[in-house]
């Protein structure tokens, strides 16, 4: 299946590491040098440094990812470097624009900063919730954005201006990604995480600490960064909270999990919390809870990720507990082991219980997580990069993908993988189920360069037809029918062997060509 890119891969590189290779000719010219960083990336012509110049290397590192619920696809993301977060546009056959593809001028600054997480309230999309600066959390940044008037209002936890200090002697520990989520049953409860959870309910005018300190809280990984120069601005601590989620079942169930390698969770809100960590097996001390996704199908469901790369272990951790974390299984099966398989993500498929998609190097894969069975594996049509998050657009069924080094892409209609089972692949032919299609009034597209190289695919428009052929076939006809059985359209599809999609455009027939019985009258 292939996937289209949504969101810029920027024009110049923001490349996650710095390291390069250089291969081909230029490994054998001892002149040529390449610097990389994380604004750009620099070729040399010649041996000396500052005679090189930037090139396009289109890359952009995507941090986090929340979709809305607006019925047009829209959602809110943050990009590195780009000291903002912003709302992409919808595409074409979504809210269709004139032309093929969405401009990097159809994206909007909802404020925030590059790191933070953009959270639109699940109520009134129009207000956004965002985290972070740009230089790190200091002292738990938070803004709350307003479509509708363009105005943004600072509501920080705790307002104190930590650069230059130590972790250890701060009040608060916020971090570069500090987590900021919005309770499922009350859109006016949103919880922010330090080394403690902080809650506010009167968006964001007070705020209150909900827990204990979560964390291992180690004064000896709370001192100077080192260096020649000091780096304690607030972008890497050592115990923080990661990861916060609450139970879209059950209101007060509230899971957390740190950066030194804890889970915790309440059952009351905030009250009373139990650490959960010894009941995982092999869990990775110091490992990184990067993610955690609560269950929409029972309150004692939760899955979690592990990534322990800055550990030096490369190795996936993911596991599912299905008893308020009182036993834990882990769910890597399928998963091949490499120096980049270290998961990022995990989320629950919300067509159907027991299927988990997860998110690592291989872009994501599913897992079956009632039968251990290992699922499809999917890298698309992206080059292969970490996927940094998972995000469902249920109204069209559509799976949002952010990466570390390639922006953001959207799979339309996965239909075809949830329901891809041994009874399919044993037909000749299956067609899946059809999701809902909806007509859209075209707009004029905003003003945008015709080689912007960050612009954004469009899907087709009109209705996806999923369907599977065991062997290739010699003709394939599909015929669309109206309520009283009447040919609306007929279709020619695709014939190759495995799953085909093809695209109806909601129309009817084309009429036929008007031509004149007799030669008209000429006049002379």
């Known amino acids: 299946m292939a996937a289209r890119r949504l969101a810029p891969e920027a024009d110049s590189a923001q490349v996650p590491a710095v390291t390069i290779t250089i291969s081909g000719s230029i490994r054998r010219d001892a002149n040529r040098m390449a610097i990389a960083n994380d604004s750009g990336v620099s070729l040399s012509g010649q041996s000396r440094p500052h005679a090189g110049k930037g090139f396009n290397f289109q890359t952009a590192s995507s941090i986090t990812l929340r979709p809305t619920i607006k019925f047009l696809t829209t959602f809110t993301a943050t990009v590195r470097m780009d000291l903002l977060i912003v709302v992409p546009a919808v595409p074409e056959g979504r809210r269709r624009w004139r032309r093929h593809y969405i401009p990097r001028s159809a994206w909007i600054n909802?404020?925030?900063?590059?790191?933070?997480?953009?959270?639109?309230?699940?109520?009134?999309?129009?207000?956004?919730?965002?985290?972070?600066?740009?230089?790190?959390?200091?002292?738990?940044?938070?803004?709350?954005f307003n479509l509708k008037t363009g105005q943004a209002r600072n509501v920080e936890v705790w307002p104190d201006q930590a650069n230059g200090n130590i972790a250890a002697d701060l009040k608060y520990r916020f971090v570069w990604t500090m987590p900021l989520t919005i309770s499922?049953?009350?859109?006016?409860?949103?919880?922010?995480?330090?080394?403690?959870?902080?809650?506010?309910?009167?968006?964001?005018?007070?705020?209150?600490?909900?827990?204990?300190?979560?964390?291992?809280?180690?004064?000896?990984?709370?001192?100077?960064?080192?260096?020649?120069?000091?780096?304690?601005?607030?972008?890497?601590?050592?115990?923080?909270?990661?990861?916060?989620?609450?139970?879209?079942?059950?209101?007060?169930v509230i899971w957390a999990g740190t950066n030194d390698g804890l889970v915790q969770i309440t059952r009351d809100g905030g009250k009373n919390w139990t650490n959960v960590t010894k009941n995982i097996p092999n869990m990775l001390a110091w490992g990184t809870v990067s993610n955690i996704e609560a269950s929409r199908y029972n309150a004692g469901t939760a899955y979690i990720t592990v990534d322990g790369h800055q550990v030096n272990n490369r190795d996936p951790f993911i596991y599912k507990t299905t008893d308020f974390g009182q036993t834990w299984k882990a769910i890597t099966n399928g998963i091949p082991h490499s120096m980049l398989s270290y998961a990022h993500c995990v989320r629950e498929d919300p067509s159907a219980a027991g299927i988990a998609l997860r998110g690592h190097r291989e872009w994501y894969s599913t897992f079956h997580t009632t039968t251990a069975r290992t699922g499809s594996r999917c890298r698309t049509t992206c080059?292969?990069?970490?996927?940094?998050?998972?995000?469902?657009?249920?109204?069209?069924?559509?799976?949002?993908?952010?990466?570390?080094?390639?922006?953001?892409?959207?799979?339309?209609?996965?239909?075809?993988?949830?329901?891809?089972?041994?009874?399919?692949?044993?037909?000749?032919?299956?067609?899946?189920?059809?999701?809902?299609?909806?007509?859209?009034?075209?707009?004029?597209?905003?003003?945008?360069?015709?080689?912007?190289?960050?612009?954004?695919?469009?899907?087709?428009?009109?209705?996806?037809?999923?369907?599977?052929?065991?062997s290739a076939a010699r003709d394939v006809s599909i015929k669309i029918t109206d309520a009283q059985g009447q040919t609306v359209q007929t279709i020619r599809g695709t014939r190759t062997a495995g799953i085909n999609r093809v695209w109806w455009n909601l129309r009817t027939e084309n009429s036929k060509e008007i031509r004149l019985r007799t030669e008209p009258a000429v006049r002379s």
Do not use: C
């Open 110 to 144: 909802v404020a925030g900063g590059e790191s933070g997480w953009s959270t639109p309230d699940p109520v009134d999309n129009n207000i956004i919730w965002s985290s972070a600066s740009g230089s790190g959390s200091v002292g738990g940044i938070v803004e709350v």
């Open 184 to 252: 499922p049953h009350d859109h006016n409860k949103v919880y922010v995480g330090s080394q403690f959870v902080h809650q506010t309910t009167d968006g964001g005018n007070s705020w209150q600490v909900i827990s204990p300190d979560l964390t291992l809280n180690d004064k000896s990984r709370q001192g100077f960064s080192g260096g020649l120069t000091g780096d304690n601005i607030g972008v890497e601590y050592a115990g923080v909270v990661m990861a916060i989620a609450e139970s879209p079942k059950q209101a007060g």
């Open 383 to 470: 080059r292969t990069r970490p996927s940094t998050g998972l995000r469902y657009r249920s109204s069209f069924n559509d799976l949002v993908i952010s990466t570390y080094g390639r922006g953001f892409w959207i799979l339309d209609d996965i239909t075809p993988i949830q329901q891809m089972t041994a009874q399919v692949m044993n037909a000749n032919a299956h067609l899946f189920t059809i999701h809902s299609a909806y007509r859209f009034r075209g707009l004029n597209i905003p003003y945008a360069s015709s080689d912007d190289p960050t612009a954004g695919q469009n899907p087709p428009y009109g209705a996806s037809i999923n369907y599977y052929l065991k």
